[in-house]
């Protein structure tokens, strides 16, 4: 198998790599040279300076992972993506400690002019008097986005003895009060601190979150950092408020288009600047590759990704749990749909008992893809069930209760459309998954191999003549349930059978005297 690597990658990450694939590093690709070269790979590796555009991963037919060395996948199309069943993965925890590092670096050598200082002295001047700056000692600081790098960099600045506010709707009260920081909106932070750093993804609701509204409302000796990505703070409010003096200074790292050689910002002398360096240490580089080129050889091997963006991840141990009711929801959800037959609207995935509390969005998607792999067979997978689902407009509904009859847990899969409707239930007994009922009667069967599914009437002479219509078929019969129900009533009979069963053999079963319909599920 091949890899590309289009970005800078640590030669230990590269090392890793070339043990299992054939590892392409070709950095600097066009986006057409990269549509031309992406057919022929099974993954690709990337950090800042690679665009994954919906161009490069429509012509990436054999990508199977794309693996971002570092944090930010604003330059990924992930929704395209996953829409053409690709993992993206990100590495997000080796740089955290670089990036707030960076920031803290930043705020400092901003505070007391550093780099304009180092230049002037290398040119010969000694302007004490013009390089005068400020403590950030019992300063204000205002944290945006207080995730991994946020909540690092609001650590190192308590160091410094600064409070901090912080912006990020996603975290609690609790958390907040464990980092000692207080929660603002942005507005309010805009008008108390005395620097803001900012450190959310770059998302439509975080491009632009500082504008030239916030900058209005600083205070005139602010100062504020970016190392997060180009576009969170509007860079020509940016400019502007430097230019006229509505803030003291701005540190900058990272640029709407990088390099920014076309930016006002680098026009404007209380700016202070890096070109992306914020993980650019030899830590971090070793860390993100070496996390990247694991999940590359992980996935690559069909094994699982820790840091999938656009899948469900679980926790290793969680996962061990998971696995026998990941691997039922979706052998029921493919036998409901081959029970269906057809075109459906809707499934209702019902999680009962111990199961309904633990996190079942692994086999909700595992349960899609059983289901949407009848028909669409293997380009269906963990990452575009979810978005084929939805681009089919089929409802995906999941219901959840306490309670199970029987079993511990339990889970239920109904595929409906109008007023027609399959429904299987199945339980996990040890690490075995077993289907428990079908369209509510009760059955016992292990849900793998062939299973011919007969609805009949409850009377003699029917179950006989189907088995020897099997048997002259040489088919053989090796298990066999039937629901209880009183004589004349409709039921079902599920038998295990050894080999396939074709259509002309179903047929002869349905011209039995007493069936109504016979099926076969192949798992
Ligand atoms: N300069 C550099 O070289 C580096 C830059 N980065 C950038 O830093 C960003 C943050 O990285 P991490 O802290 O590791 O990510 P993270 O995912 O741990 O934290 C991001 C935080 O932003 C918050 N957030 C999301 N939307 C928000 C919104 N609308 N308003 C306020 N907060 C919001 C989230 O709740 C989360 O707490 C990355 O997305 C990347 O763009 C990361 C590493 C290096
Ligand atoms: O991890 C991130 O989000 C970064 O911005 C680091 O970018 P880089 O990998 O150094 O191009």
Not at 125 to 134: H, L, N, Q, T
Not at 217 to 231: F, H, L, Q, S, V
Not at 317 to 330: H, S
Request: charge should be negative.
């Amino acid at each position: 198998m091949k890899v590309l690597v289009s970005d800078p990658l640590s030669e230990q990450g590269l090392t890793k790599l070339n043990e299992h694939f054939t590892v392409d590093v070709l950095t600097g690709l066009s986006e057409e040279e990269l549509v031309e070269k992406i057919p022929d790979y099974e993954a690709l590796v990337i950090r800042s300076g690679t665009q994954v555009t919906r161009k490069v991963i429509e012509a990436a037919d054999k990508m199977k992972i794309i693996g971002r060395a570092g944090v930010g996948v604003d330059n990924i199309d992930v929704e395209a993506a996953t829409e053409k069943g690709i993992i993206v993965v990100n590495a997000p925890e080796g740089n955290m400690l670089s990036a707030a590092e960076h920031t803290v670096a930043m705020m400092l050598a901003l505070s007391r002019n550093i780099p304009q200082a180092n230049s002037s002295l290398k040119s010969k001047k000694w302007e004490r008097k013009k390089f005068m700056g400020v403590e950030v000692n019992g300063k204000t600081l205002g944290v945006i986005g207080l995730g991994r790098i946020g909540a690092e960099v609001a650590k190192r600045a308590q160091g410094l003895e600064m409070d901090i506010l912080a912006y990020d709707p996603f975290i609690s009260e609790e958390r907040a009060k464990e980092l000692g920081v207080k929660l603002m909106s942005v507005q309010e932070i805009a008008k108390e601190a005395d620097f803001i750093t900012v450190h959310t993804p770059l998302t439509k609701e975080t491009r632009n979150i500082i504008d030239k509204e916030e900058f209005d409302m600083m205070k005139d000796n602010a100062r504020i950092i970016n190392c997060a990505r180009g576009g969170i703070i509007n860079e020509e409010a940016l400019a502007e408020a430097l230019k006229n003096g509505k803030i003291a200074g701005a540190a900058v790292d990272v640029f709407v288009n990088e390099p920014p050689f076309d930016s006002p910002l680098l026009e404007c002398e209380n700016l202070i600047a890096t070109p992306h360096l914020g993980a650019s240490t030899q830590e971090a580089q070793i860390n993100v590759a070496v996390s990247v080129a694991d999940e590359v050889i992980s996935v690559l091997r069909g094994g699982s990704a820790k840091n999938a963006l656009n899948i469900p991840s679980v926790k290793p141990e969680i996962m061990t749990m998971l696995a026998p009711y990941i691997q039922l929801a979706e052998t029921m959800s493919s036998a409901c749909a081959q029970l269906m037959g057809k075109n459906y609207e809707s499934i209702e995935i019902s999680y009962h008992g111990e199961i309904a509390e633990k996190d079942t969005r692994p086999m909700t998607v595992a349960a899609l893809k059983g289901m949407l792999q009848v028909a669409l067979g293997s380009g269906v997978n963990y990452v575009n069930a979810p978005s084929v689902a939805k681009s089919r407009k089929v409802e995906v509904i999941e219901s959840k209760s306490e309670t199970s009859e029987e079993y511990a847990s339990t889970i239920g899969i109904k595929i409906t459309k109008g007023n027609e409707s399959e429904s299987i239930m199945g339980a996990v007994i040890g690490d075995a998954g077993k289907i428990i009922s079908i369209n509510g009667e009760h059955v016992d069967i292990v849900p793998s191999g062939f299973i011919v599914v007969a609805k009949h009437i409850n009377k003699p002479n029917v179950i006989g003549p189907c088995c020897i219509v099997l048997g002259k078929n040489n088919i053989n019969i090796s298990g066999m349930q039937v629901g209880r129900v009183e004589v004349g009533e409709t039921t079902i009979m599920a038998l295990n059978v050894d080999s396939e069963v074709s259509e002309p053999i179903l047929k002869e079963m349905r011209s039995v005297e007493g069936i109504i319909d016979a099926k076969l599920i192949s798992l």
